[in-house]
Every structure is written in C-alpha cells, then in structure tokens.
C-alpha cells in the first residue's frame, strides 16, 4: 500500500467540513454507522420538495428514475453494472432472497464462519425443519480463518458458503477470491458479505469471482440505515427462481397484472415492494462523496490511519485483537480492555464515538479522520483505564 503525501492527505481533510458530527465529536465508529454528510441531508430535503410539489406523480417524474441511479452507483462502487444490482430494505432481507432460490434437496449444507455477523448464520439455522444444516468453521482466535478451514468444510453436500469480506471482529480482510475458487470447484455456490468492505477498500466482484455480493448504506458507504443491496453473477439470474417477491420485482409492474408473475430479466427480479425513497437521496449523497474521493485513496488514507493508531497504541502498551499483516487490516482495531462497555460510555463523555464487540473497544477510522484524533481517542482511553478500579 503507497504513503499519501501531505498534499493528498489535505485534499482528502477539506471533506471535513461535510460532516456536521466532526465539528463536535472525535468520530471513530465509521463501522457501525458512517458521519452524515451534508449532501445526504441536502438529498433528504430535495426528497420532501419533491413531495410537496408533485405528490404521487414524483414517483414517474423522479423518483423511480432515482432507483436506477442508486442500482448503478452501487454497481460502481463494487465494480458491477446496474443491471447486475437488486435494492433491498436491508442485508436481512437480501439473504431471505437468495436463501428462497437455492434448492436443498441434494445440497442441504450451508457454510459460515464463526466471526460472520450473525444475520448470515441465523438465515439458514432458521431452515433447520426444511433439512438445512448450517456448518460453522472456526476462526484462529476471532481473528481470521485459514482457507484450509474451508477447503475442509465444503463438499459436495454444500449448497452455498456465505461469509464476510472483512470481519467485524478484528478487521481481517479475507481472501474471498480463494474461498469461491473451492466452491466452484466443488459445485457450491459463494456469496460474500461486503458490509465492511464496499467503501472502505477496492473491490472488483468480477475478480472475486463470486456468485452474490451484498451490502448496504449504513456503514462505509454514508448513507444511513434502510438501504442495502444484492449483486449477483449476470449468468445465474436467469437460472434463479425466488419463491419471495414483491411488486418492484415484476416486468412492467404498473401494468398491475394479478394473474401471472413475470419475474424481471434484470437483477430487479431479486427485489421486493416498495422502496424507501427517502433513503434513497440520503444514500445517493454518500455514495457520491465515495466516488469522489474514490476508494483506492480511501483505503490508502485509512491504511495509514489504522497502521498509525496500531503503533500508537501498541507503543502505549494496550492490548489488540488485529490482523498479523498491515495489508490484511481494513479500519477496524479491536482493543483488549476490561469492561468494554463502560470504557466506550467514558469515551462518549469525553466526546469520542466508539463502539465495543464482544468485550473489545472498537475504533474505525475513517478517510475523514485525523492522526490527532487517533491520540486524542487513545489519550481519553488510557485517561478512563486509569480511572477505572
């Protein structure tokens, strides 16, 4: 990974200005919810003109012609087409689609990892009465788990592998492309959690060579909660058959036709009712701050915010939880306190966000962020520690 020079970092410092909480707050918790911007709350107000001008006709003028352009931007940011993205409420319910196309008759196994966020493992453990088995491979200490791990795990009773690009226990970025190469080669499916990968480092779901890519608005892509997506290899959209739906999944839905389901030819087939549109401006207007900057610059820039708040507070003698190699860590350090709970409520009162995962702080840097407020969060931690019995 290249150093940015001064030049670069400054140029990325002027967004600053974008997210009113950084005026007030040291914000290090970019992994469970990405600062508001302004153009997210200028896209909210624009949504609420629009209602007020037009009411229900907005949706024909300008606010369906808006679905397109969120599909496309997502795509982008993931290295998809439009046509290759489904919208959906959340990562749940985009789960809920895929889990209704696959056919577990042969193929009854589902395989997790132990550091997946749970909604993964929870989606199939909920079939068990339909003859699911849900496999779990262990990690090596919550940190990361070796691709052998899998390469023993799947077979050819497997019907899909679903884990997470970067785990949100210790910021471990998988080799997701090898994890596919063995379901391929097995005959599974692979579908990749992108929650806390898209925004926060490159990635080219062609190169992945996965079957679904899921994410959404909430975290690294600015644009608040209810807005997730669903991308899925353009050659398995035809073969795949949902058996849930919804009216935005249809072709030529205001035909209103009740009689039969044509299913669209696009990546829209995997879609359900109707959207939330104004979710939809807020998303647009953090995903364009994305696409400004760009995500080659955002990972260079966290990368050496993370690498900096690693030594910083390693060199204080804390305790971490983080990948081995610099160039395996996405922007999320996880740090070895007691009582977790109650260090991130001290730091809240010391005007530092920070969250906390199974008995660790958790700090998430992001390209807005700053060296100084590294120091400061690391100076209001030991401050907390010192003052804990």
């Not at 035809?238 to 849930?244: D, H, I, M, N």
Request: proline content about 4%; overall charge negative.
């Amino acid at each position: 990974m290249t150093a940015m020079t001064p030049a670069a970092e400054d140029d990325l410092l002027s967004y600053r200005e974008e997210f009113p909480i950084l005026e007030r707050k040291t914000y290090l918790n970019s992994c469970s919810l990405g600062a508001l911007s302004r153009r997210s709350m200028a896209g909210l107000a624009e949504f609420q003109e629009l209602w007020n001008e037009y009411g229900a006709s907005a949706w024909y003028r300008t606010w369906i012609p808006k679905l397109g352009e969120l599909r496309a931007a997502y795509g982008r940011v993931i290295g998809g087409k439009e046509a290759e993205v489904a919208l959906s409420p959340n990562v749940s319910t985009a789960l809920t689609m895929v889990a209704s196309c696959l056919d577990y008759s042969r193929r009854p196994k589902v395989v997790v990892a132990d550091v997946d966020f749970p909604t993964i493992a929870h989606q199939w453990l909920a079939k068990a009465g339909l003859g699911v088995e849900v496999v779990t491979v262990p990690s090596e200490g919550r940190v990361h788990v070796p691709v052998e791990r899998w390469e023993e795990a799947i077979d050819e009773r497997t019907a899909l592998v679903a884990t997470s690009h970067v785990l949100y226990t210790s910021g471990q970025i998988q080799d997701v492309a090898a994890i596919a190469e063995i379901c391929h080669r097995k005959g599974a499916l692979c579908l990749v959690d992108g929650y806390q990968s898209a925004g926060q480092i490159p990635v080219d779901v062609h190169a992945l060579d996965c079957d679904f890519y899921v994410g959404g608005s909430l975290k690294w892509l600015l644009g608040g909660q209810g807005m997730a997506f669903l991308w899925v290899r353009p050659e398995l959209v035809q073969e795949l058959q949902p058996t849930v739906t919804g009216w935005f999944a249809v072709d030529s839905q205001f035909s209103f036709d009740n009689t039969e389901l044509r299913l669209r030819e696009d990546a829209g087939r995997f879609e359900y009712g109707t959207p939330s549109i104004p979710t939809v401006y807020t998303a647009l207007g953090g995903l364009s701050l994305v696409e400004e900057v760009g995500v080659r610059r955002i990972r260079e820039r966290t990368g050496h915010l993370t690498r900096d708040l690693v030594s910083k507070a390693r060199s204080r003698g804390l305790t971490l939880r983080v990948p081995e190699h610099s160039e395996h860590h996405a922007s999320i350090t996880m740090v070895d306190v007691p009582d977790a709970s109650t260090v991130v409520r001290g730091l809240a009162e010391r005007g530092v966000i920070a969250d906390h995962r199974y008995g660790l702080v958790r700090l998430s840097p992001y390209f807005y962020n700053t060296e100084a407020e590294n120091d400061r969060t690391l100076d209001a931690l030991e401050e907390i520690l010192r003052e804990t019995p």
